[in-house]
Protein backbone atom coordinates (compact mmCIF):
# COMPACT_ATOMS: atom_id res chain seq x y z
CA UNK A 1 0.00 0.00 0.00
CA UNK A 2 2.68 2.39 1.32
CA UNK A 3 4.79 1.08 -1.95
CA UNK A 4 1.82 2.37 -4.17
CA UNK A 5 1.37 5.39 -2.62
CA UNK A 6 4.77 6.19 -3.10
CA UNK A 7 4.60 5.92 -6.35
CA UNK A 8 1.41 8.08 -6.51
CA UNK A 9 3.18 10.67 -4.84
CA UNK A 10 6.29 10.49 -7.37
CA UNK A 11 3.81 10.38 -10.48
CA UNK A 12 2.20 13.85 -8.77
CA UNK A 13 5.31 15.79 -8.20
CA UNK A 14 6.29 14.97 -11.63
CA UNK A 15 3.46 15.94 -12.96
CA UNK A 16 3.36 19.14 -10.84
CA UNK A 17 6.56 20.09 -12.34
CA UNK A 18 5.78 19.39 -15.85
CA UNK A 19 3.12 21.64 -16.00
CA UNK A 20 5.12 25.24 -15.85
CA UNK A 21 6.90 23.24 -19.05
CA UNK A 22 3.71 22.38 -20.73
CA UNK A 23 2.42 26.07 -20.46
CA UNK A 24 5.44 27.30 -21.41
CA UNK A 25 5.35 28.62 -24.89
CA UNK A 26 8.20 29.69 -27.22
CA UNK A 27 8.75 32.15 -30.19
CA UNK A 28 11.69 32.98 -32.81
CA UNK A 29 11.78 36.32 -33.60
CA UNK A 30 14.38 36.70 -36.33
CA UNK A 31 16.16 40.42 -37.12
CA UNK A 32 18.61 41.65 -39.43
CA UNK A 33 20.59 43.79 -37.45
CA UNK A 34 23.82 42.59 -35.57
CA UNK A 35 23.08 41.96 -31.80
CA UNK A 36 24.68 45.80 -30.56
CA UNK A 37 22.53 47.69 -33.11
CA UNK A 38 20.02 49.73 -31.30
CA UNK A 39 17.45 47.69 -32.81
CA UNK A 40 18.18 44.23 -31.67
CA UNK A 41 18.88 45.92 -28.44
CA UNK A 42 15.73 47.03 -28.08
CA UNK A 43 14.43 43.73 -29.72
CA UNK A 44 16.14 42.08 -27.01
CA UNK A 45 14.63 43.82 -23.74
CA UNK A 46 11.11 43.59 -25.48
CA UNK A 47 11.58 39.89 -25.14
CA UNK A 48 13.29 40.16 -21.59
CA UNK A 49 9.75 42.61 -20.62
CA UNK A 50 7.58 39.94 -22.20
CA UNK A 51 9.32 37.27 -19.88
CA UNK A 52 8.68 38.90 -17.08
CA UNK A 53 5.67 40.16 -17.40
CA UNK A 54 4.44 36.59 -18.30
CA UNK A 55 6.73 34.63 -15.50
CA UNK A 56 8.52 33.06 -18.43
CA UNK A 57 5.57 31.42 -19.46
CA UNK A 58 6.34 32.91 -22.87
CA UNK A 59 9.84 32.93 -23.78
CA UNK A 60 10.62 35.02 -27.10
CA UNK A 61 14.45 34.56 -28.33
CA UNK A 62 15.91 36.86 -30.92
CA UNK A 63 17.96 36.00 -33.71
CA UNK A 64 19.85 38.78 -34.81
CA UNK A 65 22.45 39.49 -37.84
CA UNK A 66 20.18 37.19 -40.35
CA UNK A 67 20.71 34.51 -38.73
CA UNK A 68 17.44 32.75 -38.59
CA UNK A 69 16.28 34.05 -42.04
CA UNK A 70 17.90 37.02 -44.41
CA UNK A 71 16.19 40.23 -44.31
CA UNK A 72 14.06 39.59 -47.31
CA UNK A 73 12.24 36.52 -45.95
CA UNK A 74 11.78 37.44 -42.28
CA UNK A 75 8.36 38.85 -43.15
CA UNK A 76 7.56 35.74 -45.46
CA UNK A 77 9.04 33.30 -42.75
CA UNK A 78 6.61 34.76 -39.68
CA UNK A 79 3.42 35.13 -42.20
CA UNK A 80 3.95 31.61 -42.77
CA UNK A 81 4.31 30.50 -39.15
CA UNK A 82 8.23 29.15 -39.68
CA UNK A 83 8.63 31.88 -36.95
CA UNK A 84 6.19 33.77 -34.89
CA UNK A 85 7.26 36.97 -34.68
CA UNK A 86 9.97 38.80 -36.53
CA UNK A 87 11.37 42.92 -37.51
CA UNK A 88 12.13 43.79 -40.88
CA UNK A 89 12.84 47.11 -42.09
CA UNK A 90 9.51 47.80 -44.13
CA UNK A 91 10.63 49.74 -47.20
CA UNK A 92 12.08 46.49 -48.29
CA UNK A 93 8.38 44.96 -49.19
CA UNK A 94 7.42 48.40 -50.97
CA UNK A 95 6.74 46.04 -54.17
CA UNK A 96 4.03 45.00 -52.33
CA UNK A 97 2.55 47.67 -51.02
CA UNK A 98 3.31 51.48 -51.93
CA UNK A 99 2.33 52.20 -48.31
CA UNK A 100 5.53 50.31 -46.98
CA UNK A 101 7.45 52.60 -48.78
CA UNK A 102 6.32 55.92 -47.33
CA UNK A 103 8.87 56.56 -44.94
CA UNK A 104 11.55 56.68 -47.73
CA UNK A 105 10.26 59.05 -49.88
CA UNK A 106 13.20 61.83 -50.06
CA UNK A 107 12.84 65.19 -48.08
CA UNK A 108 9.33 64.00 -47.09
CA UNK A 109 9.81 63.68 -43.60
CA UNK A 110 13.62 64.74 -42.43
CA UNK A 111 13.17 65.36 -38.71
CA UNK A 112 12.17 62.77 -35.44
CA UNK A 113 8.69 64.98 -34.90
CA UNK A 114 7.72 64.67 -39.03
CA UNK A 115 8.90 60.94 -38.98
CA UNK A 116 6.44 60.24 -35.85
CA UNK A 117 3.98 62.08 -37.27
CA UNK A 118 4.14 60.28 -41.05
CA UNK A 119 4.18 56.82 -39.04
CA UNK A 120 1.04 57.87 -37.26
CA UNK A 121 -0.66 58.93 -40.82
CA UNK A 122 0.14 55.62 -42.10
CA UNK A 123 -0.09 53.43 -39.44
CA UNK A 124 -3.54 52.37 -39.89
CA UNK A 125 -3.31 51.47 -43.50
CA UNK A 126 -0.18 49.43 -42.72
CA UNK A 127 -1.53 47.54 -40.13
CA UNK A 128 -4.62 46.80 -42.11
CA UNK A 129 -2.25 45.47 -45.01
CA UNK A 130 -0.39 43.19 -42.61
CA UNK A 131 -3.54 42.19 -41.32
CA UNK A 132 -4.42 40.94 -44.96
CA UNK A 133 -1.25 38.53 -45.28
CA UNK A 134 -1.83 37.00 -41.79
CA UNK A 135 0.45 39.16 -39.31
CA UNK A 136 -0.40 41.78 -36.53
CA UNK A 137 1.83 45.21 -36.08
CA UNK A 138 3.04 45.07 -32.92
CA UNK A 139 5.65 48.20 -33.11
CA UNK A 140 7.91 50.33 -35.21
CA UNK A 141 11.21 51.91 -34.43
CA UNK A 142 13.68 54.60 -36.67
CA UNK A 143 16.93 54.22 -37.87
CA UNK A 144 18.74 57.71 -38.34
CA UNK A 145 18.48 60.15 -40.80
CA UNK A 146 19.81 58.94 -44.13
CA UNK A 147 23.33 60.22 -45.42
CA UNK A 148 25.34 59.56 -48.37
CA UNK A 149 28.69 57.60 -48.12
CA UNK A 150 31.20 57.60 -50.88
CA UNK A 151 35.23 57.75 -51.38
CA UNK A 152 35.40 61.17 -53.47
CA UNK A 153 33.74 64.57 -52.81
CA UNK A 154 30.51 65.05 -54.33
CA UNK A 155 29.54 68.69 -55.03
CA UNK A 156 26.37 67.99 -57.34
CA UNK A 157 24.39 64.71 -58.21
CA UNK A 158 26.32 64.70 -61.40
CA UNK A 159 29.34 63.43 -59.48
CA UNK A 160 27.42 60.45 -58.24
CA UNK A 161 27.33 59.33 -61.84
CA UNK A 162 28.96 56.01 -62.60
CA UNK A 163 29.00 54.73 -58.87
CA UNK A 164 28.43 51.58 -57.87
CA UNK A 165 25.39 52.33 -55.78
CA UNK A 166 24.46 50.05 -52.73
CA UNK A 167 20.53 49.92 -53.41
CA UNK A 168 18.41 47.89 -50.41
CA UNK A 169 14.61 49.21 -51.58
CA UNK A 170 12.31 50.49 -54.36
CA UNK A 171 13.69 54.29 -53.55
CA UNK A 172 17.21 53.44 -53.42
CA UNK A 173 17.51 51.85 -56.75
CA UNK A 174 15.33 54.55 -58.20
CA UNK A 175 17.84 57.34 -56.71
CA UNK A 176 20.63 55.47 -58.52
CA UNK A 177 18.67 55.42 -62.13
CA UNK A 178 18.10 59.48 -61.79
CA UNK A 179 21.20 60.03 -60.63
CA UNK A 180 22.94 57.18 -63.57
CA UNK A 181 24.56 55.34 -60.84
CA UNK A 182 24.35 51.62 -61.29
CA UNK A 183 22.35 49.91 -58.18
CA UNK A 184 23.52 46.66 -56.72
CA UNK A 185 21.43 45.21 -54.09
CA UNK A 186 23.04 44.64 -50.99
CA UNK A 187 21.41 43.68 -47.28
CA UNK A 188 22.65 45.07 -44.23
CA UNK A 189 24.14 42.11 -43.47
CA UNK A 190 26.23 42.10 -46.61
CA UNK A 191 27.41 45.49 -46.77
CA UNK A 192 30.69 44.88 -45.10
CA UNK A 193 32.21 42.51 -47.28
CA UNK A 194 30.47 44.49 -50.63
CA UNK A 195 32.59 47.33 -49.28
CA UNK A 196 35.60 45.26 -48.71
CA UNK A 197 35.17 43.57 -52.05
CA UNK A 198 34.57 46.91 -53.85
CA UNK A 199 31.15 45.40 -55.09
CA UNK A 200 29.86 48.84 -54.19
CA UNK A 201 31.72 51.95 -53.74
CA UNK A 202 28.76 54.39 -52.80
CA UNK A 203 25.77 54.10 -51.08
CA UNK A 204 23.11 55.64 -48.94
CA UNK A 205 22.07 54.57 -45.06
CA UNK A 206 22.22 55.57 -41.85
CA UNK A 207 24.81 56.54 -39.30
CA UNK A 208 24.64 53.28 -37.31
CA UNK A 209 24.34 51.00 -40.25
CA UNK A 210 28.01 52.94 -41.57
CA UNK A 211 29.30 52.33 -37.92
CA UNK A 212 27.86 48.35 -37.99
CA UNK A 213 29.71 48.25 -41.57
CA UNK A 214 32.72 50.39 -40.74
CA UNK A 215 32.62 52.42 -43.66
CA UNK A 216 35.74 53.93 -42.67
CA UNK A 217 37.70 51.11 -43.82
CA UNK A 218 36.33 51.52 -47.19
CA UNK A 219 35.20 55.32 -47.47
CA UNK A 220 36.21 58.45 -46.73
CA UNK A 221 32.97 61.03 -47.04
CA UNK A 222 29.94 61.30 -45.35
CA UNK A 223 27.47 63.60 -46.09
CA UNK A 224 24.34 64.09 -44.07
CA UNK A 225 21.75 64.97 -46.22
CA UNK A 226 18.99 63.36 -43.48
CA UNK A 227 17.24 62.35 -47.05
CA UNK A 228 14.76 60.52 -45.08
CA UNK A 229 14.18 58.30 -41.67
CA UNK A 230 13.55 54.62 -42.13
CA UNK A 231 11.57 52.49 -40.07
CA UNK A 232 11.81 48.76 -38.97
CA UNK A 233 8.73 47.07 -38.17
CA UNK A 234 8.09 43.95 -35.64
CA UNK A 235 5.18 42.10 -35.90
CA UNK A 236 3.60 38.67 -35.15
CA UNK A 237 1.62 35.64 -37.07
CA UNK A 238 -1.59 36.60 -35.99
CA UNK A 239 -2.73 32.94 -35.31
CA UNK A 240 0.38 32.22 -33.07
CA UNK A 241 -0.91 35.63 -30.64
CA UNK A 242 -4.53 34.67 -31.01
CA UNK A 243 -3.79 30.60 -29.88
CA UNK A 244 -1.90 32.76 -26.45
CA UNK A 245 -4.59 33.35 -23.07
CA UNK A 246 -5.52 36.98 -23.18
CA UNK A 247 -3.10 38.22 -19.93
CA UNK A 248 -0.24 36.81 -22.22
CA UNK A 249 -1.41 39.21 -25.29
CA UNK A 250 -1.79 42.04 -22.71
CA UNK A 251 1.84 41.44 -21.60
CA UNK A 252 2.81 41.63 -25.44
CA UNK A 253 0.86 44.70 -26.60
CA UNK A 254 2.03 46.32 -23.11
CA UNK A 255 5.79 45.44 -23.91
CA UNK A 256 5.32 46.39 -27.35
CA UNK A 257 4.26 50.27 -26.61
CA UNK A 258 7.22 50.60 -24.37
CA UNK A 259 9.80 48.97 -26.88
CA UNK A 260 8.37 51.87 -29.08
CA UNK A 261 8.92 54.89 -26.75
CA UNK A 262 11.93 53.31 -25.44
CA UNK A 263 13.44 52.60 -29.52
CA UNK A 264 12.37 56.14 -31.04
CA UNK A 265 14.53 57.79 -27.86
CA UNK A 266 17.60 55.31 -28.60
CA UNK A 267 17.12 55.95 -32.11
CA UNK A 268 16.96 60.08 -31.71
CA UNK A 269 20.05 60.01 -29.11
CA UNK A 270 22.31 57.31 -30.88
CA UNK A 271 22.41 59.62 -34.42
CA UNK A 272 24.03 62.04 -33.10
CA UNK A 273 26.72 59.59 -31.41
CA UNK A 274 27.09 57.41 -34.52
CA UNK A 275 28.29 60.74 -36.45
CA UNK A 276 30.94 60.96 -33.79
CA UNK A 277 32.13 57.80 -34.36
CA UNK A 278 32.32 58.49 -37.80
CA UNK A 279 34.44 61.47 -37.48
CA UNK A 280 36.45 59.55 -34.82
CA UNK A 281 37.28 57.12 -37.11
CA UNK A 282 38.70 59.66 -39.55
CA UNK A 283 35.66 60.31 -42.01
CA UNK A 284 34.77 63.53 -43.52
CA UNK A 285 31.18 64.03 -42.08
CA UNK A 286 30.00 67.21 -44.07
CA UNK A 287 26.37 68.60 -44.91
CA UNK A 288 25.82 68.37 -48.44
CA UNK A 289 26.99 71.35 -50.91
CA UNK A 290 24.41 73.37 -51.89
CA UNK A 291 24.58 72.13 -55.64
CA UNK A 292 24.26 68.52 -54.18
CA UNK A 293 21.26 69.38 -51.93
CA UNK A 294 19.49 71.09 -54.35
CA UNK A 295 19.56 68.41 -56.91
CA UNK A 296 18.58 65.69 -54.47
CA UNK A 297 15.86 67.73 -53.07
CA UNK A 298 14.81 67.48 -57.13
CA UNK A 299 14.84 63.46 -56.61
CA UNK A 300 12.87 63.68 -53.66
CA UNK A 301 10.04 65.73 -55.96
CA UNK A 302 10.17 62.93 -58.60
CA UNK A 303 10.35 60.04 -56.26
CA UNK A 304 7.25 61.49 -54.25
CA UNK A 305 4.90 62.03 -57.64
CA UNK A 306 6.19 58.38 -58.69
CA UNK A 307 5.09 56.83 -54.95
CA UNK A 308 1.83 58.98 -55.40
CA UNK A 309 0.66 57.18 -58.47
CA UNK A 310 1.35 54.34 -57.55
CA UNK A 311 -0.46 54.93 -53.97
CA UNK A 312 -3.24 56.39 -55.79
CA UNK A 313 -6.23 57.78 -53.95
CA UNK A 314 -4.99 55.81 -50.57
CA UNK A 315 -1.72 57.11 -50.44
CA UNK A 316 -2.72 61.06 -51.34
CA UNK A 317 -5.00 60.68 -48.01
CA UNK A 318 -2.54 59.54 -45.81
CA UNK A 319 0.05 62.41 -47.56
CA UNK A 320 -2.70 64.51 -46.56
CA UNK A 321 -3.44 64.15 -43.25
CA UNK A 322 0.53 63.67 -42.63
CA UNK A 323 0.80 67.04 -44.02
CA UNK A 324 -2.38 68.74 -42.00
Known sequence: MSRLFKTFALAACVAAL?????AQTKWNLPAAYPADNPHSVNLIAFAKDVA?????????????AASLFKAPEIKRAVATGQAQAGEVLISLHENEDPMFGIDVIPFLATSYPAAKKLWLASKPAIEKKLASQGLMLLFAVPWGPQGIYAKKDLNTVEDMKG???RAYNVGTSRIAELVGAQPVTIQAAELPQALATGVVNAFMTSGSTGYDSKSWETMTHFYDTQAWIPKNVTFVNKAAFDALDKPTQEAILKASAVAE???????????KWYLEQLQANKMKVLPPPPALKSGLEKIGEQLTADWLKKAGSDGEAVIAAYKK
Do not use: S, Y
Request: aromatic content about 6%.
Open 163 to 165: LKW
Open 261 to 271: ERGWKLAEEKA
Open 52 to 64: DATGNKLQITVHP
Open 18 to 22: AVPAM
